[in-house]
C-alpha cells in the first residue's frame, strides 16, 4: 500500500512538470517586455536579439508541452497573449522606432515632431493590430494544427527584428540618417560593398520601411497556407517539407560562413543579412509547396 504522502509528493511534481510548457512561454512575454524598454533607450539591436530568444521559447514551449503531454487550454491562451506582446507589440515598436530614425526624429520629443511624421510612424502598428487578428483566427481555426493560414507571427517578428541587428552589425550610428554624401563617406571607412550601401541605404527610407510594415502586416492575414516546422515523428516521408527547409537553411549558413572560413575577397557577406533571407526563403517555399499541391 503506497503511503498517503508520497501521493502528495507525486500530485506535486505532476504539477511541476505540467508547469515547465507555461514557465517557457512567460519566458518569452518577459523577452518582449524587456525588448520594449531596449527599443526606447537605444539598443534597437537588443530588442531584435530579444525576438531571436523569445521566438526559441516559443519553440520550446510547444515542444517540451508535446514530449511531456502536458497541453492544456490555459496554455494556448497563454502562448497567444504571449505572443501579441513579443511578436505583435515589439516588432510595432521597432518599425515606429525604425521609421522615427528615418526622419531623424529618434531622439526628438513626441510633441515636438510633425503630425504627419507622427502618423506615419504610427504606420508600425499595423503589425501588432494584424498580429492580434492572426493570433484571434488561429485560436478557433482547427485546420492550423499541421500548417498555418498567414505568415506566423514569430516569423514576421523575427523579420523585422533581424533590422536593427543587421544595421548594428554595419558598426556605425544608425541612429541618426546618414546624407548621401555622408553614406558614401561612412561606406568608405568601412569598406562596405555594394550589398551593404543597399541595405543601409532601404533600412533608412521611409519608402521602405512604410512599405515594409504595410506588405508584412498584410502576410499575416492572407489566405496562403505556410509550412509549420512541426515534427511528425523522424522519418522522411512525412516530414519531407520540413527537412527540404532545413536544407536550404543549411545552405544559406554554409554561405555565410565562407568568407571568414575561407577568406574569399569580393564575396557578398551575408552576416546578419542571412536572418531576413531566411524568412524571405521560408515565404517562397511555403508559395511553392502550395503551388505543387494544388497541381
Wanted: aromatic letters at 14%.
Amino acid at each position: 500500500m503506497i503511503h498517503p504522502k508520497l501521493y502528495v509528493i507525486k500530485g506535486i511534481f505532476v504539477r511541476m512538470i505540467k508547469a515547465i510548457p507555461n514557465t517557457l512561454t512567460l519566458c518569452n512575454l518577459v523577452c518582449g517586455c524587456f525588448g520594449i524598454v531596449f527599443a526606447f533607450n537605444q539598443q534597437l539591436e537588443w530588442a531584435g536579439y530579444l525576438i531571436g530568444i523569445a521566438a526559441i521559447f516559443d519553440f520550446l514551449d510547444g515542444f517540451v508541452a508535446r514530449l511531456l503531454n502536458a497541453k492544456s487550454l490555459i496554455g494556448g491562451q497563454l502562448d497567444s497573449l504571449a505572443d501579441i506582446v513579443t511578436f505583435g507589440v515589439l516588432p510595432g515598436v521597432i518599425i515606429f522606432q525604425l521609421l522615427s530614425i528615418s526622419f531623424g526624429e529618434y531622439f526628438v520629443e513626441f510633441s515636438q515632431r510633425p503630425t504627419t511624421h507622427i502618423a506615419i510612424q504610427c504606420i508600425g502598428f499595423l503589425i501588432v493590430t494584424f498580429s492580434a487578428l492572426r493570433l484571434a483566427k488561429f485560436n478557433i481555426d482547427e485546420s492550423q494544427s499541421d500548417s498555418f493560414v498567414g505568415m506566423p507571427t514569430p516569423a514576421i517578428a523575427i523579420f523585422i527584428g533581424s533590422l536593427p541587428v543587421v544595421l548594428f552589425s554595419m558598426e556605425f550610428n544608425f541612429y541618426n540618417p546618414l546624407s548621401p554624401e555622408m553614406l558614401d563617406t561612412v561606406g568608405k571607412m568601412k569598406y562596405w560593398s555594394d550589398l551593404d550601401f543597399a541595405v543601409v541605404s532601404a533600412l533608412q527610407s521611409t519608402a521602405f520601411l512604410f512599405g515594409m510594415a504595410v506588405v508584412c502586416s498584410a502576410m499575416l492575414v492572407v489566405p496562403l497556407r505556410m509550412l509549420a516546422l512541426k515534427f511528425s515523428g523522424f522519418g522522411w516521408s512525412e516530414n519531407k517539407n520540413i527537412f527540404v527547409f532545413l536544407i536550404l537553411v543549411m545552405i544559406i549558413a554554409v554561405y555565410t560562413a565562407i568568407p571568414y572560413v575561407f577568406y574569399y575577397k569580393g564575396m557578398p557577406v551575408l552576416d546578419f543579412l542571412a536572418i531576413p533571407l531566411v524568412i524571405l526563403i521560408y515565404l517562397l517555399y511555403s508559395g511553392v509547396t502550395n503551388i505543387i499541391k494544388a497541381k
